[in-house]
């Protein structure tokens, strides 16, 4: 018994020792970085084409604060845009036809975020203004004449939503968030908007509003728990994506057909779909999935099917594309 016991402590011993020194030599392939290094990396965020497709729209933290820069597709110097010191600016897009852009930014580092308007000649409007509010930029519509945002400037506790002319600027409040509810799209002919709501961390809904009717509708009834959050409408307004993890360990793409509540599996990996949406025309459909520890993203064309790495915008014809990529040192 003696024996067993130390030829056993012995190949345990032995075991440890490989462990050991396999973690060992790993340590010693990691590469080391100076503080210096670290100091100097540079961020990137958000990818907008301008009307020519000859910029992209991006945020860049390389003066030590978050600005807007137009980036150049032929290589040429980036081109700043705005010039803060102090409080970081995030780039929005694009305006459809000529070169303003929107931009979201807080005061001091508050976080209580505003939508910036920046005209082709420098100067700025806030089109959110007010105190103790935080803004939202929830896209464009279809036919690119207004915008939404939503703000909690009426009741704190939730975000409204707001439909912005893009030649005036005049709004209108298309939806009054009395009960919680998180904005999730809205159908190409601006009447019904998708929302959430979420009931625990295991547990939301998705709802349709009707701006005419009033009416907010259920959709995704169903018994314990379960997530649906909407990604988006089908180009022609008659269906909705959504990702859910109803009966599943991973979240998935189902569609929901408004009309008869038929429902199919769209994309079910066996890790969560993150991302869902289609691109402005209705061309190409985009879908982000978590595959720990990196994103992977399928861009494909509808019809057929074709698998290509994804974009993060789209210019009007649809012939170029802007990528974002993480490089981790």
């Known amino acids: 018994m003696t024996t067993i016991l130390r030829r056993a402590s012995g190949a345990l011993l032995a075991a440890l020792c490989l462990v050991s020194g396999l973690f060992a030599q790993e340590s010693r392939e990691v590469k080391q970085y100076s503080i210096e290094q670290f100091l100097k990396t540079v961020n990137y965020s958000g990818a907008s084409f301008s009307p020519d497709r000859e910029k992209i729209l991006v945020s860049s933290d390389q003066t030590g604060v978050f600005n807007a820069y137009a980036l150049y597709?032929?290589?040429?110097d980036p081109e700043p845009l705005t010039k803060s010191t102090v409080d970081s600016v995030f780039a929005l897009?694009?305006?459809?036809?000529?070169e303003r852009f929107l931009y979201s930014s807080d005061q001091g580092g508050n976080e209580l975020d505003h939508i910036y308007l920046r005209n082709e000649d420098g100067t700025?409007?806030?089109l959110t203004p007010g105190e103790n509010l935080k803004a939202q930029f929830y896209g464009w519509s279809q036919d690119d004449r207004s915008f939404f945002i939503g703000t909690n400037e009426r009741d704190r506790r939730y975000f409204d939503v707001y439909q912005y002319d893009a030649q005036t600027f005049d709004r209108e409040m298309i939806f009054q968030n009395d009960?919680?509810?998180?904005?999730?799209?809205?159908t190409p002919d601006n009447q019904t908007l998708a929302l959430s709501k979420?009931?625990?961390r295991d547990d939301s809904n998705t709802y349709l509003y009707d701006r005419e009717s009033g009416e907010i509708r259920l959709i995704t009834e169903h018994e314990g728990d379960a997530n649906y959050r909407p990604a988006s409408f089908s180009p022609d307004g008659k269906s909705l994506y959504l990702i859910t993890d109803a009966d599943s360990d991973f979240k998935y793409?189902?569609?929901h057909d408004l009309a008869s509540g038929d429902r199919e599996t769209i994309e079910q990996p066996n890790w969560d779909v993150a991302f869902a949406g289609f691109s402005k025309h209705g061309k190409y459909f985009l879908l982000a999935s978590m595959k720990m520890p990196k994103r992977v993203s399928k861009f494909t064309t509808l019809p057929p099917c074709s698998r290509l790495i994804c974009p993060t915008s789209n210019p009007p014809t649809s012939r170029r594309s802007?990528?974002?990529?993480t490089r981790s040192t």
């Open 73 to 76: 597709v032929d290589g040429r």
């Open 179 to 186: 009960d919680g509810y998180s904005y999730g799209d809205i």
């Open 198 to 200: 979420t009931n625990s």
């Open 93 to 98: 897009g694009y305006f459809p036809n000529d």
């Open 253 to 255: 793409l189902i569609k």
């Open 124 to 126: 700025t409007v806030d």
């Open 322 to 325: 802007a990528f974002r990529a």
